[in-house]
């Protein structure tokens, strides 16, 4: 019998969807994985206070893991879409609701669902 809570199930998915993204952009090692378990971790405390937010984790820990990339190794997800200018990384929209997606807010182009991210997206 599975005793595992709605809110730990949300948790999991979340994990699970910004894990395959770093999969997909083969940047998962051991320290990536650690920023993942570090938003989790802070997520978790997040929606006991608000539960109601449960549906908002996969974007929340997206965001987060992108914030803490970006402070240690560079942008991630790196934007497919536009091939010529700087490299830039994708967003996560919306910022605060259910089902996110990873958009180049240059182009204005929805590239992936989170946790549908293929591959060569990785950081710079």
Known sequence: MDHTTPLEQALHVARALVLADLAAGEVADADVVSLVEDSVTHRRWWVEQWPEGADYLPGLVAQDVQDSL???????????????????????EPELGPDPHWVCSEAGVRVAAVGGLGPVLGVR
């Open 70 to 92: 970006l402070e240690k190794y560079g942008r991630w997800p790196l934007c497919p879409v536009c091939t010529h200018g700087d490299p830039h990384a994708l967003d996560v």
